[in-house]
């Protein structure tokens, strides 16, 4: 409904824009392509997410080593063929000291996201590059440690994670798990 | 009389037939059925049914009918979701009680969500995980991982025997 809203010009517009476009020079083409409304291109993240989001950060950020290593401890337990990428650890099991500290590692790429959340895929081009040319994780793992942060949030914060919230943080979470594949090929 | 021979050894035995259903545990037997078992299905049901509707906007395409979805606001006390949200979690009942033969079960189900209702059944996956998040969020710290995995497995073979009359 919104989307179909800010797609009309309002008759007012398209006068202002007769008139303008009379008078052609650039720096009036320029002015002209500023009045037209600006349509989003594919499922990114709108002004209203992006301050859920924020909002809701600024809520939970101070247990974002418990959410990401929780979340971490249940993916390699649902969904054991993750396990695979951490042949390494000497211990999986929920809880452990690796688990603990690379789920503090993943959250602190999180954080980092909400920081830069007007451009992620700029903000996140080294975190791209070691995903892409290091690390090679399968993208659909991404989605599912994205699931997994999300049960864990709802989990914790029952009350503030509303579907609203929920709808902005899986958009979010997706734009990062995009960025992060980016440099794939 | 050769034919017949070959016509009798190669039907799968009974024991392989049983092979191919899924496995359930006693752990994970009880623990579906603790979790349906204490379950307040209009709460429930409402929530997961709403949650969807909000986080996936297309899947409202199945019900124009069902009046007021034009934000959030309106889905959350929209009472036909509501009451359709209730409907579908008591349709997990089903699977509850046979829970080792959900394919059979949900037959009928499937040939209605495909041929009645026409759901893509790729939206069965994004309703199970909205439950999972409703689950989830009322039960707190006991939503251990092992329960969560017991929990996803369920709603996973539910998922498929939904989608396997699709043609």
């Known amino acids: 409904m919104e989307r179909l809203q800010s797609a009309r010009i309002s ?36 002004a209203k997410d992006k301050a859920a989001v924020k909002a809701f950060w ?40 690796p688990v603990m500290k690379h789920g503090k590692t993943v959250m602190g790429g999180i954080a980092d996201a909400v920081g830069k959340i007007d451009d992620i895929s700029s903000g996140l081009l080294n975190l791209s590059e070691l995903h892409a040319f290091t690390l090679r994780v399968d ?47 | 009389m050769k034919q017949l021979g070959l016509l009798v050894t190669m039907q799968p035995s009974v024991k392989e ?24 299905y209009e709460d429930v049901g409402s929530k997961a049914l709403s949650r969807c509707l909000i986080v996936y906007p297309w899947t409202q395409r199945y019900f ?28 997990l009942d089903r699977a509850v009680k046979n829970m080792d033969n959900i394919k059979a079960t949900y037959a009928e189900l499937s040939v209605l969500h495909s041929e009645k209702l026409h759901v893509d059944p790729d939206n069965f996956k994004l309703l199970a995980d909205c439950l999972t998040i409703v ?27 939904l989608g396997r009359q699709y043609h």
């Open chain 1, 11 to 46: 008759l007012g517009r398209w006068v202002c824009l007769w008139a303008v476009s009379c008078i052609k020079t650039p720096q009036m083409f320029a002015f002209i392509e500023t009045l037209k409304p600006k349509r989003r291109l594919k499922m990114s993240l709108s």
């Open chain 1, 58 to 97: 600024a809520k939970v950020s101070g247990q974002a080593d418990a959410i990401g290593s929780d979340a971490l401890s249940r993916m390699l337990v649902v969904y054991p063929q993750t396990k695979t990428y951490f042949a390494h650890w000497k211990d999986l099991s929920p809880g452990s000291a």
């Open chain 1, 139 to 185: 993208p659909t793992n991404f989605k599912i440690l994205s699931h997994n942060i999300l049960v864990v949030m709802a989990m914790m914060f029952p009350q503030d994670f509303t579907p609203e919230v929920h709808v902005a943080l899986d958009k979010f979470l997706a734009a990062v798990s995009l960025a992060l594949s980016e440099k794939y090929r």
């Open chain 2, 17 to 40: 037939k049983n092979a191919a259903m899924v496995e359930w545990t006693e752990q994970e037997r009880s623990i579906i059925t603790n979790i349906f078992g204490n379950l307040d």
């Open chain 2, 64 to 91: 124009a009918s069902f009046g007021n979805l034009y934000n959030a606001e309106a889905i959350k006390t929209n009472p036909n979701i509501a009451a359709h949200g209730t409907k579908v979690l008591h349709g």
């Open chain 2, 135 to 161: 689950i989830a969020a009322k039960l707190g710290s006991a939503f251990s991982p092992e329960i969560q995995a017991t929990f996803q497995k369920f709603l996973a073979v539910v998922v498929s025997a």
